[in-house]
């Protein structure tokens, strides 16, 4: 019997996709980048690395609905100092797969868990944005021996209930018939900020051409004697 993955719809789709990904990669990357995939209980996690091996791990998690190269604009900075791990998040548009589904915070950090133990990373530095924050914060509550410390950029839910309905009016924004412009001006604000315009295109593509394999985690608030586990060092950015 064929194995149920994740992925696009059409070969078409992913192969603009894909083209768009190695585009921006190439462009922004420093020459020395890696892209290697790591095997998890959950499917293959897609990973670009950069920066010399002997620098201290920082592994990035981008927003939803974007992949590891969202993170075009800072790359070479922090791969100066740090060896960088940008991972495209399992069972969104990306090059990862997803071969079992995530159905819970536990299935998530014990994704992430996976990837550290295959990049053989015993402590790691984390950054993540919007829901990539999120699910770094999780991983921070079910590992924190793993955890040196976080940069944490407007996660959702982490400290106010985010109700359902609010995640399933953004995913049904992605279902609709929108052309570019308009998903241009809906998720990419302020307008006077120069935004490649590929990443627009690439994101465009994916969340309207990925299929997720079953039904996605949402994120939620966390309780009490989690924060208490999360005690590491973060810096928290909020922003409008």
């Not at 790591?38 to 620098?55: E, L, M, W, Y």
Request: aromatic share 14%; hydrophobic share 40%; with cysteine.
């Amino acid at each position: 019997m064929k194995q149920q993955t994740s992925g696009f719809k059409t070969t078409q789709a992913q192969a603009e996709y894909f083209a768009l990904y190695d585009e921006i990669i190439q462009a922004y990357w420093p020459p020395d980048f890696q892209q290697f995939d790591a095997d998890t209980r959950f499917g293959k996690t897609h990973i670009v690395a950069s920066g010399s091996p002997q620098n201290s791990p920082l592994l990035l998690s981008h927003a939803m609905g974007m992949s590891s190269v969202m993170w075009y604009a800072n790359i070479k900075a922090l791969s100066q100092k740090y060896r960088v791990y940008c991972i495209d998040r399992i069972n969104e548009g990306g090059k990862s797969i997803c071969t079992t589904p995530i159905r819970n915070r536990t299935d998530f950090a014990r994704w992430m868990d996976d990837i550290l133990l295959e990049l053989k990373l015993p402590v790691v530095d984390l950054m993540g944005i919007s829901l990539g924050g999120f699910w770094t914060a999780n991983f921070a509550v079910y590992h924190p021996e793993k955890v040196n410390r976080m940069i944490l950029i407007s996660p959702p839910a982490l400290f106010a209930r985010q109700t359902i309905k609010s995640f399933v009016r953004i995913f049904s924004s992605f279902l609709t018939n929108m052309d570019l412009e308009t998903f241009r001006g809906l998720f990419f604000f302020p307008p006077s900020y120069a935004y490649d315009e590929r990443l627009i295109k690439l994101m465009y593509i994916g969340v309207r051409n990925f299929q997720p394999l079953g039904w996605p985690v949402f994120p939620s608030k966390f309780k009490k004697d989690e924060y208490a586990i999360m005690q590491k060092p973060v810096l928290l950015l909020l922003g409008e």
